[in-house]
């Protein structure tokens, strides 16, 4: 009883999320207009001074399928501000479900909507020929759904401890470009100095660039499955703490 109850509460905050987001169509055509930017005029500019092993565009497209990730997994959490702004949140935490339950929620909800944006511009890189396979659509899939989880689940951690969107919004551009430009998307992470190099293998979004690189154009440090491992490690102590942030949400 108690587990049909919870599946059927995660469903309904899953569904509310995801109706916010097929409403706000503007959100979604923005996120992915700065993608392809970088990707044309920063691709176009460095491609004919990089040397990367690679085709240049070919090398940096796994970095803004995971950008696509890093903005729209952390802008998510400014639902949480906006909703105890409104006063919705205290609807939904005084509802008979645990607050785990709505965590668990918000995180598939903002998920689903994070790897749709990330499908969309997969699609779009297929057309543009990048050299994907069948299986490496698959395994790109399977990477993006796991990054996913674990920045919407530390974007809603950040939420959890705002009160305003002002300060949010502060928090979350202080992460989003520094997960983003220490991730390697621009350049191989071999022959670094040794404080980038640190501040790099501290990074998760690192792990899945790299890990989608192995598959897309077979150039990587580490195998798919090790940095699959590493970005799950990432899912399960954000959950973690997402958890217990929710459950001291206070009404």
């Not at 785990?100 to 511009?121: N, P």
């Not at 490496?136 to 759904?145: A, Q």
Request: aromatic fraction near 14%.
């Amino acid at each position: 009883m108690n587990l049909t109850k919870n599946l059927k509460g995660i469903y309904a905050i899953w569904y509310r999320e995801f109706k916010v987001f097929t409403r706000e169509k503007t959100r979604v055509i923005s996120s992915l207009i700065m993608p392809f930017l970088w990707y044309f005029i920063f691709g176009g500019g460095m491609s004919s001074v990089a040397s990367v092993g690679a085709d240049y565009h070919h090398f940096i497209f796994p970095g803004f399928l995971v950008m696509l990730i890093i903005f729209s997994g952390l802008f998510n959490g400014a639902y949480i501000v906006w909703d105890r702004k409104i006063d919705f949140l205290k609807e939904v935490l005084i509802a008979p479900l645990s607050r785990t339950v709505i965590f668990f929620g918000k995180v598939l909800g903002c998920m689903t909507d994070a790897l749709l944006q990330a499908l969309i511009l997969l699609v779009a890189g297929i057309v543009i020929r990048i050299p994907f396979t069948p299986i490496s659509v698959i395994l790109t899939i399977i990477m993006l759904f796991f990054l996913a989880i674990g920045l919407v689940s530390l974007g809603l951690i950040i939420g959890s401890f705002m009160e305003n969107p002002e300060s949010y919004a502060l928090i979350s551009s202080t992460l989003v470009y520094p997960l983003f430009l220490l991730s390697g998307a621009f350049y191989p992470l071999t022959g670094l100095p040794l404080w980038l190099k640190i501040l790099t293998m501290l990074n998760p979004a690192a792990y899945a660039v790299d890990g989608l690189r192995a598959i897309i154009i077979g150039l990587s440090q580490m195998p798919y499955v090790a940095n699959l491992g590493v970005i799950v490690g990432f899912d399960v102590l954000t959950v973690a703490v997402g958890t217990w942030a929710f459950n001291r949400v206070k009404l």
